[in-house]
């Protein structure tokens, strides 16, 4: 089995201050994880990975996540916050099984506030 | 590269009418789509996996007579909203997956922008 969470619903921050959005996962094996975002009335879109070796991932935006697996998280992050950074965060892990069969699981997103 | 189109944007329709919303992969083969269901309270629900050639897998509580998944070739793939009512309205979002293999087990998910439908 396999599961997100992001234990905040929603992150209020002031534009220039940093941000954390939160994510804690429990997988079997290597943890294949992802953030994505997601902007009104559309799909997602990929904003960085999890590359084994790298604790601290660099992404699109200036956004960057930092994995610990001894705390089995993996928390978005940005030094400065943009106005038109809010919208709605989602983390992801993946799981492939020995057939290549692949399940994919969804925290239950984080809508970022920037405040100007 | 790796861009999804998903069309209908937005769809309404009267009550007892089926909805096919399309979800191609433009530029590469999508061995695997992911078809979702996303509620005003922002959460995504996995509805099925579609694998090219195969039929779909379902998740759990979701009817397989009601939402009709097809995915006839590597680029496409087709959610039919079966007999539709108003319960049904929601911002349904596909996604697709390359062909995966060690070397890419953390390639992404591409997404397609998502039809908002309405039945009324």
């Known amino acids: 089995a396999q599961s997100v969470a992001q234990p905040e619903d929603q992150v209020n921050v002031a534009e220039g201050n940093p941000l954390t959005v939160k994510c804690t996962y429990s997988?079997?094996?290597?943890?294949?994880l992802f953030w994505y975002v997601q902007y009104p009335n559309r799909g997602l879109q990929f904003l960085l990975k999890?590359?084994?070796?790298?604790?601290l991932v660099k992404g699109s935006y200036g956004f960057e996540a930092e994995f610990n697996k001894s705390q089995t998280s993996f928390h978005l992050k940005k030094p400065s916050a943009l106005v038109s950074d809010s919208a709605l965060y989602f983390c992801?892990?993946?799981?492939?099984?020995?057939?290549?069969?692949?399940?994919?699981?969804f925290g239950t997103g984080t809508k970022l506030q920037v405040i100007p | 590269g790796a861009v999804v189109s998903q069309h209908p944007s937005r769809v309404i329709c009267k009550s007892g009418t089926s909805v096919k919303i399309e979800c191609r992969s433009l530029?590469?083969?999508?061995?695997?789509m992911f078809w979702y269901r996303q509620f005003p309270k922002q959460s995504l629900m996995l509805m099925a996996t579609?694998?090219?050639?195969?039929?779909?897998?379902?998740e759990q509580g979701v009817e397989k007579d009601k939402f009709l998944i097809n995915h006839a070739s590597l680029t496409l793939s087709t959610l039919t909203v079966a007999s539709a009512h108003p319960e049904d309205s929601s911002f349904y979002i596909c996604?697709?997956?390359?062909?995966?293999?060690?070397?890419?087990?953390?390639?992404?998910?591409?997404f397609g922008n998502g039809t908002r439908l309405t039945v009324t």
């Open positions: 996604s697709a997956s390359v062909p995966l293999t060690e070397s890419s087990y953390n390639s992404p998910l591409h």
């Open positions: 997988v079997s094996g290597n943890p294949y």
């Open positions: 999890y590359i084994t070796g790298d604790n």
């Open positions: 992801a892990v993946r799981r492939v099984n020995s057939g290549g069969y692949q399940k994919v699981t």
């Open positions: 530029d590469f083969q999508a061995t695997t």
């Open positions: 579609s694998n090219e050639g195969s039929k779909a897998t379902y």
